[in-house]
């Protein structure tokens, strides 16, 4: 048995929990929050719920710590940090600032003797390693990676900060001209507002000025000003009865050539469609836990990503089994 | 550079040579045949023609031997002779013998410090990984493979033992509507029958009894009786103008639940659409060179399949620029 901690009991953290209940070979042993315990009640039973200050008592405990905070704030101090005491796995998903986050959580993972996997989920994640063997096995070609449709909450979150909203969701689409393009294998070059269009659900305040929001949310740069974007108002009980899930999802397709002369077109295509964002992350994120438990039992150290991971260590079954069943 | 060998060619192997073009770090040196090596005239400049049974004098040039012989007859004898001499990749596809086929490379493979990796391509391969992955990451669910559409080679040669027949191509084709109830997350107990239908486009000898040949093809077990098949007559002039190629491809589809209660839905997705099968196969058969030759470096030996072999391993790319453009 792998024997599992949660680091954080929100969206993601009851996901794992969630997660943990389909894989027979992991036991959640303790949950850690900054909450008061008490007032944590986990699903599983036989649960520790401690302080996340207290966590190092459960250093020889558990085999592997997930940890469930935000990419923002937590995880940039909490990675490296718990990676001193425990086998870890993330999933920062700040893509520009993985290269760094890497170097900080490698060091401490490296002088502790513990393996510490970064940026785990679909994307980074299950997208990234579609990208990487698609890239790899067609050398020929480009990759395009679309999103949704599926909720932002990054982008939900800024349409709530405009003066008058009082609650939005907001769907990523991509565009079905755009995925056709690419599906034939043309390699079209497509601008951000040819890929993808947004839209909006929004719940303004009693006697708020719709026009200025929709003027102010389609005009803010970088989340919406690059986009075709929709904005709907609805009401609150409409936005709640229709639009409180987070599903999300998406497609990977790289188009490439072989041939001595080029002469063949050959499409690989990696897609998600998930009804629960978080709860997808939180499954891919126990499997990966699976992975380091055996990493750290053969004796490796330091950071490590998806990337680095051979498919067959996130599997339950053995080698000779998977050779015989699944290849 | 990484040194390049190729063990036969055919259409395989002349893939090889196609793919290599599209890999700056690897370099063909030399290509065996069992033919006259006088009749075989590589694209490659530069490249030595020998004779198979002359490979032992080639040890020291090549990192890496790709065996591109058929799996029926001279891969079981093949890889694990040619693994006591060199690191190998082979494309053994007949799922069932696959553990007996590993077991004897690996006994040579390991005695001899060489690495060798079996069972490489699409299926077995990049399908086998979209197989484990789905399965790990998504615990809760069932997996689908399907076919197409696509030339089975080898019912095209059974078409063509029949009576009667000059020439025949045969296409697997996978069904819409059981595509589409998997893709819904029903999953549904599909039938053999009810997964894929078999199209045969076939060249009669003058004078022939059609209908006699329509009916032996659509009873013949194993092939065909299990399917339902459509069989058209055409001329060998219509085979050849419009049934040369040998497109295939298709779909590995998982789906799952997750949640506490198994309350969301999820569907993960691959496929491959490709123009020419073996010009593919030797695509992915070049990029797990690559892997073979970084195992060797490292100390590994032994067999291993595209299960044991981290995605990074097949890019050009290092780590950091992987994190950094691809994660």
Redo the contacts between chains.
């Keep these: 048995m792998i024997r599992l901690g949660i680091s954080g009991y929100g969206n993601l953290g009851?996901?794992v929990?969630?997660?943990v209940?389909?894989?027979p070979d992991i036991e959640l042993k303790v949950i850690f929050t900054r909450r008061d315990p008490e007032t944590i009640k986990p699903?599983t039973k036989g649960v520790k719920v401690d302080r996340v200050e207290n966590a190092s008592e459960y250093k020889d405990d558990i085999d592997v710590l997930i940890l469930c905070g935000g990419s923002a704030t937590d995880l940039p101090r909490q990675t490296p940090e718990f990676a001193t005491m425990f086998n870890v796995v993330d999933s920062f998903d700040t893509?520009a600032n993985?290269?760094q986050h890497?170097d900080e959580v490698n060091k401490k993972a490296e002088e502790n003797g513990k393996v510490a996997l970064i940026?785990c989920g679909w994307d980074?994640g299950?997208f990234?390693?579609?990208?990487?063997?698609a890239?790899?096995?067609?050398?020929?070609g480009e990759t395009y990676t679309f999103w949704g449709k599926g909720v932002s909450q990054g982008h939900s979150d800024a349409i709530r900060r405009v003066e008058g909203v009082l609650d939005a969701r907001q769907y990523t689409v991509p565009v079905q001209a755009a995925l056709d393009a690419v599906?034939s294998g043309s390699n079209p070059v497509l601008t951000t507002r040819q890929k993808h269009t947004r839209e909006c659900y929004v719940v303004a305040a009693e006697g708020a000025d719709k026009a200025r929001i929709e003027k102010e949310i389609k005009e803010m740069p970088n989340y919406f000003a690059d986009y075709d974007t929709t904005v709907n108002f609805i009401s609150q009980e409409e936005l709640d009865a229709k639009h409180k899930g987070i599903p999300h999802g998406g497609f990977v397709i790289r188009s490439g050539k072989?041939?001595?002369e080029n002469?063949?077109?050959?499409?690989?295509?990696?897609?998600?469609?998930?009804?629960?964002n978080p709860?997808?992350t939180?499954?891919?994120l126990v499997?990966y836990a699976?992975a380091v438990a055996r990493l750290h039992k053969e004796g490796r150290k330091g950071c490590v990503?998806?990337?680095?991971?051979?498919?067959?260590y996130?599997?339950?079954k053995s080698?000779?089994e998977?050779?015989?069943s699944?290849?």
């Design positions: 009851r996901g929990e969630a997660a209940m389909h894989n699903i893509h993985i290269p890497f940026s980074p299950m990234s390693i579609a990208r990487v063997y890239d790899s096995v067609l050398p020929g599906r072989t041939g001595a002469e063949f077109d050959n499409v690989i295509e990696y897609s998600l469609k998930l009804d629960s709860a997808f939180s499954s891919v499997s699976r990503t998806v990337l680095d991971i051979p498919p067959a996130l599997s339950a080698g000779a998977l050779r015989k699944m290849l």
